[in-house]
């Protein structure tokens, strides 16, 4: 075929296969007997190995060490001592929730039992507690490798199952220990923020009489609700122009779920003698930003770096839980000279927002409702008011309110409100009336 150019090449065995083909060829060398004095070896025979069986079986062992060395290198489960007893807890009383601020609330109940499991057939404990404890945890320390500038903690509060020093057996088995306390209602909620955490804890620890320390730990999680009250009403004005806005807001709002937002926009219309000027709305944009605070303590041993003690950092974050566009739905009036404007917020789950929280420590959490709106002027005459023509004036609106963000009461109530009455509450029992009444001879009935 012109243009293509085929080339056949006869292809050749190589020297392997041609060395392969040989030897399978050759005939095998006739054996001859050599006398037996004779140490050489015969011509046709193979060279000597360089390598003795000696060498070979060391190398043979350090594969076989290499093996065992891999297998003996796998980490094995630690097998630790067992402890001769161990301590269990569980709770009697609902979920801790604070309701209402920290200013009204009248706290939560805390009740529940430790259960110690003696494994041996006798315990002696020359001490058992437990403690609650608050410890916050800085992420921004003043001192970043420094253990007591990154963790404070503070105890709430202690029980002590055995008065010292006060020594007592216990034999093969449960055993029960039960605790109570009431919970401040101005104690902050388990925070997560960005910042900081502050968490709650009860720590439990048992001594035994050799010595030996037991110990049980338990994250105790504390949460706050705020019961919904009447709605927010707020006005704002946006000089220079005449531009009025009222917005109704709830009292509060929650991490899951949506909420409703009402604004009037009045002010829109400004009447001339032979024209009329007006704003109409083009774009409005919301969101909710969260607002973190919170003040790094210092320990004594790095207090010179803040200027002293009882002094600390102050960080802020701002940062955005949830943002939207209202491109369409709300109601424009010339004739009254106002725009009515309804939508819905919620808050995004994902962001994993905060809830509202002030702490004495200054760890604080605050979220604000910003609104922007995008208005443009337009000139109309007075004949002929549809033929409206934009100025090329327009203006943004901005305004932000405080919002509430907190978890849901659901059916929930105070601790005071649920339990049953005291003896000083019970009313009197009824009179009676039987010694109040007179009998007359000559009629049953009975006269009052």
């Known amino acids: 075929m012109p243009g293509r150019l085929l080339s056949f090449v006869k292809a050749t065995p190589s020297s392997s296969h041609k060395a392969s083909q040989k030897t399978q060829k050759s005939p095998s060398a006739p054996t001859s007997l050599l006398p037996p004095y004779s140490l050489d070896p015969p011509p046709s025979a193979t060279p000597p190995n360089p390598r003795t069986r000696s060498e070979e079986s060391l190398v043979m062992d350090v594969f076989k060490r290499h093996s065992l060395g891999s297998r003996h290198d796998r980490k094995s489960p ?45 315990l002696t404990l020359k001490s058992f507690d437990m403690r609650l404890l608050a410890v916050v945890a800085t992420k921004r320390p003043v001192a970043p490798h420094c253990p007591d500038c990154l963790t404070q903690t503070t105890e709430l ?28 209602g101005h104690l902050p909620a ?10 709650y804890y009860l720590t439990v620890t048992a001594t035994t009489s050799s010595g030996e320390r037991i110990a049980f730990k338990r994250e105790l999680d504390i949460k706050r609700a705020i019961y919904p009250g009447n709605e927010k009403h707020s006005i704002r004005i946006f000089p220079p122009t005449n531009l009025t806005a009222s917005v109704t807001l709830p009292p509060v709002i929650h991490p899951i779920g949506d909420f409703p937002i009402e604004m009037r926009l009045s002010g829109i219309v400004q009447n001339l003698p032979d024209s009329q000027t007006r704003w109409r ?104 008011l549809s033929q409206a023509t934009p100025t090329g004036a327009a203006r943004v609106l901005r305004t932000q309110f405080h919002l509430v963000l907190t978890e849901r009461c659901g059916m929930g109530i105070s601790w005071d409100e649920e339990q049953p009455p005291l003896y000083e509450d019970v009313p009197c029992s009824p009179p009676t009336y039987v010694e109040d009444c007179q009998f007359d001879d000559h009629d049953d009935s009975l006269r009052l």
Request: some cysteine.
């Open 281 to 384: 709305l083009r774009k409005l944009n919301w969101r909710i930003e969260e607002t973190q605070k919170f003040i790094a303590p210092a320990c004594s041993k790095h207090a010179s770096k803040v200027g002293g003690e009882g002094k600390g950092v102050l960080h802020e974050d701002i940062h955005v839980v949830a943002t939207d566009e209202v491109k369409h739905g709300w109601k424009t009036d010339f004739e009254q000279g106002n725009i009515d404007v309804e939508f819905r917020a919620a808050v995004n789950p994902a962001l994993k927002a905060v809830c509202d929280m002030e702490s004495p420590n200054g760890m604080q959490v605050k979220h604000n409702l910003i609104i922007e709106m995008v208005v443009a002027e337009e000139w109309a005459p007075l004949k002929k």
């Open 157 to 184: 509060h202690k029980w002590e199952f055995l008065a010292a020093p006060v020594t007592r057996k216990y034999n093969h088995g449960v055993h029960y220990f039960p605790f109570s306390h009431l919970l401040p």
């Open 190 to 199: 388990t925070t997560q923020g960005s910042l900081a955490t502050l968490n």
């Open 78 to 122: 630690k097998i630790e001592p067992q402890q001769p007893a161990t301590i269990d807890m569980e709770f009697e009383s609902p979920p801790v929730v604070f309701y209402n601020s920290p200013a009204t609330s009248t706290g939560a109940l805390l009740s529940g039992q430790l259960k110690l499991h003696v494994a041996e057939p006798h």
